[in-house]
C-alpha cells in the first residue's frame, strides 16, 4: 500500500471522528502523529516544534486581550458602549440591532476576539433587542454575525497569528484591517436596517445630541482604552503585546477604582475564564503549526501552487484562494484556517502579484465570514449558547448579513486601497 494512500485512509478517518464531535486538536493530532508514522518523520519533532511553535513573543498578546475583555465587560465598560451606539443609531428603523453591530465594532477594538466579542454584546444587547420587539432569532443571529468583525477591526488575536506565521508586520497588518473593519459593520447596518424597516421592528427614539453626548461621557473609559492601544501602536510607544499587557493594566484599574464594578475577589474566576480561553486556543495553534509543517514537506504547496498557476488569471487565482478560505472557514476555526492555510496560499497570491498585507486582510475577512457559515460558524454556536436558541434556528436569520459580508469581502478583494491606504501613509 502506497503512502499516498495510506495517508489518504488516515485524512478520512480522522474527517470522520471531526464530523462525530471529536475535538479539532485531537483530530489534527491523530492525523500528525499517523501522516508522521507513514513517511518516516521521527515522532521527537512533535514535540519541539509543539514547543517552538508558541515559543513567541508576540503569541503573549492572544491571552492578554482575551483577559482586557473580559475585564471591559466585568467593569461594565461593554454596556456603556452599548448604551452610546444605541443613543446615537436609536432614530432609525432597526436602530437598536444597527447599534448592537457598532458596539461590537467598539468592542472588538479592544478586546480582539470573535466569539468574545458575540458572546459580551450578545449577552447585553439580545435581551434589549428582544425587548425591542425584534424576532429573538434574529437578535441572535445579529450579535453573531457582528462578532466577525472581532478579528478584523484592530487589535486582533488572528492577526498577531497572521504576522507570526508570514513574518509580516503585526501594526501594519492592524493598520490595514481597519477600513475593512469598518466597511464589514456598515454593510451589515445597512442589511440590519432593510430588514426591520421590512418587519417593523424596534422602536424608534428621538436623537439628541446632549443625550447622547451624555452617553458618550458615560463610556469615556472604552473610548480611552482604543485610544491607548491604538495610539501606543501606530505611534511606536510600544509593541502590539505589549499594548496588550498595558490595556489589561488599564482596564483592571478602570474597574477597580473608577467604576468599581470588579471586586478583588471577582478576579480569580475573571482570569479562570480567560485563562480557560487560552488554554484552548494555545494547544490547537501549537498542533497546526506541526500539521502545516508536514504539508510543507509533503509538497502540497507546490502541488496546489501549479493547480492554481495553470488559471494564469490574476483574478482566476484570487477567486479560487478566496473560494478555498471560505470552504475551510465553513469547517475549520480561524487559528487552525489561518496556520494551515495561510502559508500555502500566500505565496501563490504574492506570485500572482497581489501585495501580502492586502492578501492577509482578504485571507482573515473570509476566515470571519466561515464564523457564521454552516456547518461549523462558531459564532453561531456561541450565540445559540448565550441565547438558548438551537442552532439551526439562527441559520436562516444570517442570510442577509452574509451577503453584507460576502459584498463587503469581494470589495476588499477587488480594490486593494481598502487595506492599503493607511499603511502607505
Known amino acids: 500500500m502506497t503512502d499516498g494512500l495510506l495517508i489518504g485512509l488516515i485524512t478520512t478517518g480522522v474527517t470522520l471522528f471531526f464530523l462525530l464531535g471529536v475535538p479539532i486538536f485531537l483530530v489534527i493530532g491523530l492525523w500528525v502523529v499517523g501522516t508522521s508514522l507513514v513517511i518516516d518523520f521521527t515522532l521527537a519533532n512533535i514535540g519541539v516544534t509543539l514547543f517552538q511553535g508558541l515559543s513567541f513573543f508576540g503569541l503573549l498578546a492572544l491571552p492578554l486581550f482575551i483577559l482586557t475583555g473580559d475585564l471591559i465587560n466585568a467593569a461594565g465598560i461593554a454596556k456603556r458602549l452599548s448604551d452610546f451606539a444605541y443613543s446615537v443609531l436609536g432614530w432609525l428603523r432597526g ?99 432593510l430588514v426591520a424597516r421590512r418587519h417593523g421592528w424596534g422602536t424608534l427614539i428621538p436623537f439628541k445630541v446632549k443625550e447622547s453626548a451624555g452617553f458618550a461621557r458615560k463610556a469615556y473609559l472604552g473610548f480611552a482604552t482604543i485610544g491607548v492601544v491604538l495610539y501606543g501602536i501606530y505611534s511606536g510607544k510600544f509593541s502590539p503585546t505589549e499594548a496588550a499587557a498595558i490595556t489589561v493594566g488599564f482596564t483592571l484599574i478602570a474597574g477597580l477604582l473608577i467604576t468599581r464594578e470588579i471586586s478583588i475577589f471577582r478576579l480569580p474566576a475573571i482570569m479562570l475564564r480567560s485563562g480557560q480561553i487560552a488554554g484552548m486556543l494555545a494547544p490547537l495553534i501549537a498542533i497546526s503549526v506541526v500539521m502545516q509543517q508536514l504539508l510543507s514537506v509533503l509538497g502540497a504547496g507546490q502541488i496546489l501552487q501549479g493547480i492554481l498557476n495553470d488559471l494564469g488569471n490574476y483574478y482566476a487565482i484570487l477567486g479560487a484562494c478566496m473560494v478555498m478560505i471560505l470552504l475551510a472557514g465553513m469547517i475549520l476555526e480561524s487559528l487552525p484556517v489561518t496556520i494551515i492555510l495561510a502559508p500555502i496560499l500566500a505565496p501563490i497570491a504574492q506570485s500572482a502579484g497581489v501585495d501580502p498585507i492586502h492578501f492577509s486582510v482578504i485571507f482573515l475577512v473570509g476566515a470571519a465570514i466561515g464564523f457564521v457559515t454552516p456547518p461549523f460558524g462558531l459564532n453561531l454556536y456561541v450565540a445559540s449558547s448565550i441565547t438558548g436558541i438551537p442552532y439551526l434556528r439562527l441559520v436562516r436569520y444570517v442570510i442577509p448579513y452574509f451577503i453584507a459580508l460576502i459584498t463587503a469581502w469581494i470589495a476588499i478583494a477587488l480594490w486593494p486601497p481598502l487595506s492599503m491606504f493607511l499603511v502607505n501613509l
Do not use: W
Open 95 to 193: 436602530g437598536m440591532g444597527m447599534s448592537t453591530l457598532g458596539a461590537c465594532g467598539l468592542f472588538a477594538a479592544i478586546s480582539g476576539s470573535n466569539a468574545g466579542t458575540t458572546a459580551t454584546i450578545g449577552s447585553i444587547m439580545h435581551p434589549e433587542m428582544k425587548n425591542n420587539g425584534y424576532d429573538e432569532r434574529f437578535s441572535a443571529a445579529t450579535a453573531a454575525c457582528g462578532g466577525t468583525v472581532g478579528i478584523i477591526i484592530p487589535p486582533s488575536i488572528i492577526f498577531i497569528v497572521y504576522g507570526f506565521m508570514m513574518n509580516l508586520s503585526i501594526s501594519d497588518l492592524f493598520i490595514a484591517g481597519m477600513i475593512p473593519g469598518a466597511m464589514m459593520v456598515l454593510g451589515m447596518m445597512m442589511a440590519c436596517h
